[in-house]
């Protein structure tokens, strides 16, 4: 994976923040494979998106391995 310089890193996630939120508007959770799909971006990619997304607490992190997904949090 390329590595991005901290604005583009920023523009990058700000985007595919407003994809993820808007598809989570319809869906009830949402997985890397998913993501990728409506990105266009690589498993690498969609790993660092998922962890700075828990780690800043947009989205909560349910289940393991392949049976991982993604939930909005319950405020």
Not at 2 to 17: G, I, V
Not at 47 to 60: P, Q, V
Request: charged share 30%.
């Amino acid at each position: 994976m390329k590595a991005l310089h901290k604005t583009e890193d920023n523009k990058q996630f700000k985007y595919c923040w407003k994809l993820v939120a808007s598809y989570l508007k319809n869906n009830p959770e949402i997985r890397n494979r998913q993501f990728r799909k409506l990105t266009g971006l690589g498993y690498d990619q969609a790993i660092y998106f998922f962890k700075r997304a828990t780690t800043e607490k947009r989205l909560a992190r349910i289940g393991t391995s392949s049976a991982t997904h993604y939930v909005l949090p319950k405020r």
